[in-house]
């Protein structure tokens, strides 16, 4: 327990940080910095080099002074907040994230300031997909959630501290806001054809930071591993964080390591500078990534993950990411990623509560086992799910499992979850469970473990189920509210030519927010080629995907 004198002396400097936030954020118009710089135009979009008429609803010089002011604001923020110290362990958690978070934030702001100065779509060493105004909308997107995801930190606790963060975070959350809605949205068209140059490769798409070598490693069978990590010492490395950190900064080519066969106890972390990594396992069944942090113990749900992700352009394959902490210890993340334009093929992502934290940013996931109880997908990224299987499993008593918890937060943001051609059903312990059920009454629809396609977790969830087979384990309302009538008319669910004896639309929930889409129009907004604009990067990868609606 700390001294009278020492809690005098916390009490004081918290103060004079407050005092000093209160300045930080005063009601001083922000978009009058930089008004002298010669390069920004005040005519609009297309002058001076910043941005595109198209990309933005303001002039350009509006937009290049209200990102710059923001970022500066950011700044001052962090500088302000790793100065409060917590007065438990949740608490120093809650703080550290916010301090990557916010960090995270101005990275993101700079890309978008980057991007609106390039209109060509050569964004330097960011990743991109060439169409700015998605890029944009992407990035700004990310940095929106990531004030929430900042004070979600502060779960459970009493702190004060809270509330002084709080006061910061909702400032940057406004600025932030504001920018994003100055960035157009989607062209009705095919905007991929539109706006993205592509470079042809042997009948291959590539974009254009993917380099010429990196092509022909990419397009052959066998990979040339830059490092080894091999548990029994066969390999350069025995810790995945020891071959991390030798990836250089700011990564441009295809940087590959090999996890041979075992079982790592470890907690990664790849960090923003930490790009194009590709990580290749020997199999889900033997490459295991494992830890057991979780909320209960005192780790916020950010900071709880196995294995988390910032770099742009990370590429899993053939790995298992899991978290053992189980049902009683709620929230336990197994993987976490804001990595842009990322992949995971063929891994398991498995644990209870908050298994997949798809935190923000575009991510697609190809032939995965992903495993859970509450909310097991949840986050705010765009994200597509193609040919996965993903399976609910036995947790607490008269737990209602829910699948998904997307977080859009506002209707500006390009954010959500499509789930196509997958197996959606429940794991043989659960379905277990249900047959001894059965057996005890002839009622068997009243005796369905709960288990729901998904929940909204923020005001404008939004979630995709298409093409996909549903079990009957899912219960026939399909959708769980998540507190009384929040967000029922401002979410969007939809489901698509789904097939299986859970698929049927005739009992689902009748909220305004859920559709039947029956125009493939419609539907194909929710494919690779339209959500991630996929046709544009995915090549790279050299992993397959279905681009439209059919297989």
């Not at 298994?355 to 705010?380: K, N, P, W």
Request: one cysteine or more.
């Amino acid at each position: 327990m700390a001294s009278a004198s020492t809690t005098k002396l916390t009490l004081m400097m918290i103060l004079v940080l407050l005092v000093s936030s209160l300045c930080l954020f005063s009601p001083t118009p922000i978009f009058a910095a930089n008004t002298n710089s010669a390069s920004v135009s005040n005519t609009g979009g297309g002058g001076g080099g910043v941005g595109t008429f198209t990309d933005l609803k303001v002039p350009g010089s509006e937009f290049v002074n209200s990102v710059t002011s923001t970022i500066q604001i950011v700044r001052d923020v962090i500088s302000v907040v790793s100065k409060f110290s917590g007065g438990d362990f949740r608490v120093s958690n809650a703080i550290a994230d916010c301090v990557d978070l916010l960090d995270f934030s101005a990275d993101e702001l700079t890309w978008t300031l980057s991007a609106s100065q390039n209109p060509s779509g050569k964004t330097g060493k960011y990743n991109s997909t060439g169409n700015n105004g998605a890029d944009m909308r992407t990035w700004l997107g990310g940095a929106l959630g990531n004030q929430d995801t900042c004070m979600d930190g502060f779960e459970g606790t009493n702190s004060f501290v809270k509330t002084l963060v709080g006061t910061s975070i909702g400032q940057v959350t406004s600025l932030v806001r504001d920018i994003l809605g100055m960035v157009n949205g989607p062209d009705t068209n095919d905007y991929q054809d539109n706006y993205v140059k592509r470079r042809k490769t042997r009948n291959v798409y590539f974009p254009g930071w993917v380099k010429e070598k990196d092509r022909k490693l990419l397009q052959v069978n066998g990979i040339v591993a830059d490092a080894v990590v091999a548990a029994d010492g066969s390999g350069n490395f025995t810790r995945i964080v020891d071959a991390v950190d030798q990836v250089p900064d700011h990564n441009t080519r295809r940087y590959v390591i090999y996890v041979k066969t075992g079982v790592y106890r470890e907690y990664v972390e790849i960090g923003k500078k930490k790009t194009n990594i590709m990580m290749i396992g020997d199999g889900i069944d033997r490459t295991v990534i494992t830890g057991n942090h979780n909320f209960v113990d005192g780790w916020t749900t950010y900071r709880s993950a196995t294995f988390a992700v910032k770099g742009q352009g990370f590429i899993a394959r053939d790995i298992r990411f899991e978290n053992t902490a189980g049902p009683e210890k709620h929230q336990a993340v197994a993987f976490r990623s804001d990595s842009d334009l990322s992949v995971v093929f063929r891994c398991a992502i498995t644990g209870y509560q908050d298994t997949l934290y798809a935190h923000s940013m575009r991510q697609f996931y190809r032939e995965c086992l992903i495993t859970g109880t509450v909310d097991f997908i949840f986050g705010d990224g765009a994200v597509v799910f193609q040919n996965c299987q993903i399976l609910a499993r036995k947790g607490l008593p008269n737990q209602k499992n829910t699948i998904t918890a997307q977080g859009r937060k506002e209707p500006t943001q390009p954010s959500g979850f499509s789930i196509q051609f997958s197996n959606i059903s429940v794991e043989p312990e659960l379905l277990a469970q249900f047959n001894n059920s059965n057996s005890n009454t002839n009622n068997s629809s009243t005796n369905i473990p709960g288990t729901y396609l998904g929940r909204p977790w923020k005001q404008y969830s939004r979630t995709v189920v298409m093409q996909s087979y549903i079990s009957a384990l899912i219960r026939p309302q399909g959708w769980l509210e998540w507190n009384g009538d929040f967000a029922l008319d401002t979410l969007y669910y939809a489901e698509y030519m789904n097939y299986g004896p859970g698929a049927a639309l005739g009992d689902r929930v009748r909220w305004p927010g859920l559709h039947a889409i029956n125009d493939s129009s419609q539907a194909k907004n929710f494919t690779v080629a339209q959500f991630l604009l996929g046709n544009s990067w995915l090549p790279s990868t050299g992993v397959k995907y279905t681009a439209g609606l059919m297989v």
